[in-house]
């Protein structure tokens, strides 16, 4: 069973400064990995989508790195702004899976002081 | 471009009542799904279709029913509710083979 972790559960930071968050899983034989945010009582917004064959993603501010042999992915939030506070989730779906599931994370909620 | 759309946001229902829970997605994905989202628990999936006529159950499918009459649509159905059902659902669908997922807004249900 594929089992996700996310460290710290919480972090708090200073405006500008840049954020980095951790995801590990236990079983290297992924699908994809998604990177996700939640606001209070909101849905799911997608931030990055890592393929296995992938190392890293890109979006703006934002870049996601996959090592799939080491079973970690980290999201790095550049030049970090009050706007960025929520939980950032990570999901992966495993490779050879009939049902498609994602295994999510607990979250790591960010907040962001001006 | 609504993307996937649930309905209703909120509901409150007394134990024993059934309701529906309404997805739809205008994407034209192959694959939809329902999931749970508990405090401490995380997202857990209900039941999930891989197409048209196709469901089958996630990890948590007791007290759920699903049908999928079109691509477009895949209803959550709660038979009789019971307090433990009390959570945040969320709808999902991807394109055929899971390529990244799109999530409703979510429907925050209250059994008392």
């Known amino acids: 069973k594929q089992e996700v972790t996310q460290i710290p559960a919480a972090l708090s930071v200073p405006e500008g400064e840049n954020l980095v968050l951790n995801c590990s899983f236990t079983d290297s034989a992924i699908y994809n990995l998604q990177w996700f945010r939640q606001d209070p009582g909101k849905g799911l917004t997608s931030l990055l989508l890592?393929?296995?064959?992938?190392r890293e993603q890109t979006s703006g501010r934002l870049n996601a790195s996959l090592d799939k042999s080491s079973g970690r992915s980290t999201l790095y939030i550049a030049a970090s702004q009050p706007g960025d506070s929520a939980t950032y989730l990570c999901?992966?779906?495993?490779?050879?899976?009939?049902?498609?599931?994602?295994?999510f994370g607990a979250g790591t909620t960010v907040t962001v002081r001006a | 471009n609504a993307g996937v759309t649930q309905t209703p946001k909120f509901q409150v229902l007394k134990t024993g009542q059934s309701m529906t829970l309404q997805c739809a997605q205008d994407?034209?994905?192959?694959?939809m799904s329902w999931y749970r989202q508990d405090p401490g628990m995380g997202l857990r999936l209900i039941h999930y279709s891989v197409g048209a006529g196709i469901t089958d159950q996630g990890e948590v499918p007791n007290g759920y029913n699903v049908s999928r009459s079109t691509t477009e649509d895949f209803p959550l159905r709660l038979l009789s509710a019971a307090p433990s059902q009390t959570s945040v659902y969320f709808c999902a669908s991807s394109p055929r083979g899971g390529d990244g997922y799109t999530f409703g807004s979510g429907t925050r249900l209250t059994v008392v």
């Open positions: 890592i393929q296995s064959s992938q």
């Open positions: 999901a992966v779906r495993s490779d050879g899976s009939n049902d498609y599931k994602l295994s």
């Open positions: 994407m034209n994905h192959e694959y």
